[in-house]
């Protein structure tokens, strides 16, 4: 791969589609036929590195692959980058669509256009990027090709007579796809002679080199040895090693205009560097930054704390190095009452939120709390201003705010047309506005919502799978913020306000949560020597109450016979003590209690 390459014989695109259509598959075949993993070396899913991406079947991380494939008696490189399908990471897909030409939108060919193809293939066409569409798994025997064609045309405005069709598992009509990906994808604009400009994609953190930035060269050339700059930063590095992954890293002497590839230099510090910087010389003419990547809007909050509070700054330590990899978590420390010090951590959806806990467990071997999912909301003060909380504690006192606005987000949902009757029902009770409904064929039709974030993030997604037969798929636009009636429902333990358990809710659903809550706590708190009273709170007016008994001894056993007022004594003695007990007694909370809040089941 030391060979160069001049730009009209390079070729970057990326494979998009949603999530299960094909497309690790697709990679692993094209990785095969142009020789680039030896057949007894090859594996499924060979770019999909990481454990938990076996484990759960899924592409988490966008990853990139340089090839050499021979079309028309001409040998081309084609630097391809696999991207993930679930709607939690589409900030991978827009990253991965800024280093790239064109792109191949992987169609199902049994279950047709999902939500999530729709949403992908405007973002490649809003980046102004080529779209070959591609019928995959066409070997299954209940595909339909014809119909989804005209899905394609209705939907998409693509034509239908461009469409391919393949089979990624057995290999059928890949090479087509390979040959019209050079045909039909323009080759990259760049002067390999102008001032040197490259956009920072990715970067992961390696123990043993620091970190390791990959690139997209927009101009220029890179050669090993330069001195080169990260103009968003103002930092100074030196080029020690220049690479390809083909799939492994293989060394090069130079990149040029249009090439993907890795950079590593003595880079320490994971402050100085941001996803999107843009690489230059470190002398020579000045260059303007390429534009890079807006920051994700978190839609979702949680906190996570460690479960040994001495592990505070290693979970510090462990955030940094995992949000250079995933550009898209925000975080920033918080301390809590029940939990102590821990950090408050935005995500773009539960199963991203799921992914960076459990790659924080495995990765840095850390044993971490999470508190209950919560959305951003929006205040708006007496005085015109306004203000954005992530956590139910940051909510100010009424009296100083005129209203508060939560997020609503604009949800397409893709149902079989027997399911209609029970999506309409199931977003109408999660507070939903119907918008449209649009038929795209005569057995599927996609429904407009606007939903509130907070109904979507729980469980929304299972009861929409259990109401379509697993056949209902969905997509959503970034949240706006709109006015309801929300409140803050305290969760009091003993009298005692629980931080982490408070939420923000409707007010309509203040009681039914409080007591969902409430029951919950009462499972999951043991009993103490003294009453318990577990109460909900929205203001100053209780909503709900239960209360756990104390544990009693049998204080009158050893009275046999005789008269009463003994018994009377020694029980009321006893009464005497728990009433002490009560009032100097702290009541332990185990943490899954803090956990109990998390389902939306009651």
């Given amino acids: 791969m030391t060979k160069t390459f001049p730009p009209e014989r390079i070729r ?16 692993d075949r094209f990785l095969e036929l142009t020789g680039a993993v ?23 991380k966008a990853a990139g692959v340089s090839l050499t494939a021979e079309v028309d008696g001409e040998e081309y490189l084609l630097n ?17 669509l800024q280093a790239c030409e064109g792109a191949l939108l992987l169609i199902d060919a049994a279950q047709g256009i999902q939500a999530q193809t729709v949403a992908n293939a405007h973002l490649a066409l809003d980046h102004d990027l080529t779209v070959i569409p591609v019928f995959n798994k066409v070997d299954l025997p209940h595909a339909r090709p014809e119909e989804i064609a005209e899905e394609l045309e209705n939907t998409l405005l693509l034509e239908r007579e461009r469409a391919l069709r393949c089979s990624a598992k057995t290999g059928e009509g890949v090479r087509e796809v390979l040959e019209a990906v050079v045909r039909e994808i323009p080759p990259p604009q760049g002067d390999p002679d102008a001032p040197l400009r490259a956009l920072v ?49 293989t060394p090069v002497e130079r990149l040029s205009a249009g090439e993907v590839g890795y950079f590593v230099s003595n880079i320490k510090t994971l402050e100085d560097v941001r996803v999107g910087d843009t690489l230059a010389l470190a002398k020579g003419a000045e260059v303007e930054p390429l534009p890079g990547y807006r920051d994700p809007q978190p839609m979702v909050w949680c906190g996570l704390y460690p479960v040994n509070p001495g592990d505070f700054e290693d979970l510090r330590a462990a955030l940094n190095a995992l949000k250079l990899n995933d550009s898209s978590l925000v975080f920033e420390p918080e301390t ?5 010090f821990g950090f408050r951590c935005g995500f773009l959806g539960l199963l991203h939120m799921e992914i960076v806990q459990e790659r924080l467990e495995r990765e840095s071997d850390l044993d971490i709390v999470q508190t209950a999912p919560s959305v951003p909301y929006e205040i708006l003060f007496s005085d015109g201003t306004t203000r954005i909380i992530h956590r139910p504690g940051d909510l100010p006192d009424p009296n100083f705010f005129e209203e508060i606005r939560e997020p609503v987000v604009r949800a397409h949902v893709l149902v079989p047309t027997e399911s209609i009757g029970a999506i309409m029902k199931l977003c109408s009770e999660r507070r939903g506005r119907f918008l449209r409904q649009e038929h795209l064929s005569s057995h599927r039709v996609m429904l407009t919502w606007d939903l509130p974030l907070a109904e979507v993030i729980y469980d929304f ?32 333990v003993g009298g005692k306000e629980a931080d982490a358990l408070s939420c923000i809710c409707h007010r309509d659903a203040a009681q039914r949560r409080g007591r969902a809550v409430l029951k919950k706590l009462k499972k999951e708190i043991p009993r ?19 209360n756990i008994r104390a544990l009693g001894k049998n204080v009158t056993a050893k009275c046999y016979g005789g008269d009463i007022t003994r018994k009377r ?15 100097i007694g702290n009541v332990e909370v185990p943490q899954k209690a803090f956990l109990a809040v998390l389902s939306t089941e009651e």
């Fill in 201 to 249: 994609f990715d970067a992961r953190y390696d123990e043993f080199r620091g970190v390791i930035l990959y690139l997209r060269v927009v101009e220029g050339t890179l050669r090993k040895g330069d001195q080169v700059r990260l103009l968003g930063v103002g930092a100074t590095y030196e080029t020690l090693e220049l690479g390809k992954s083909t799939p492994e890293p």
């Fill in 336 to 340: 809590s009452d029940a939990l102590g």
């Fill in 569 to 583: 004594k020694l029980l009321a003695k006893q009464k005497e003590g728990k009433k002490r007990m009560k009032s």
């Fill in 461 to 492: 997604y299972d009861k929409l799978k259990s109401a379509t037969r697993g056949y209902g798929t969905m997509n959503f636009e970034e949240p706006r913020f709109e006015a309801a009636d929300l409140v803050k429902l305290r969760i009091l």
């Fill in 12 to 27: 970057n695109f990326c494979i998009i589609a949603h999530i299960d259509h094909g497309k690790s598959t697709l990679a």
């Fill in 80 to 96: 391809l980058i696999d991207t993930p399908g679930h709607v939690d990471f589409a900030y991978e897909v827009e990253k991965s």
């Fill in 528 to 546: 103490h020597q003294f009453e318990v009273a577990l109460q909900a709170a929205v203001g100053g007016k209780i909503v709900a109450r239960e």
């Fill in 38 to 60: 030896e057949p007894r070396r090859a594996q499924e899913q060979m770019l999909d590195s990481m454990d938990l991406e076996r484990e759960r079947g899924i592409t988490i």
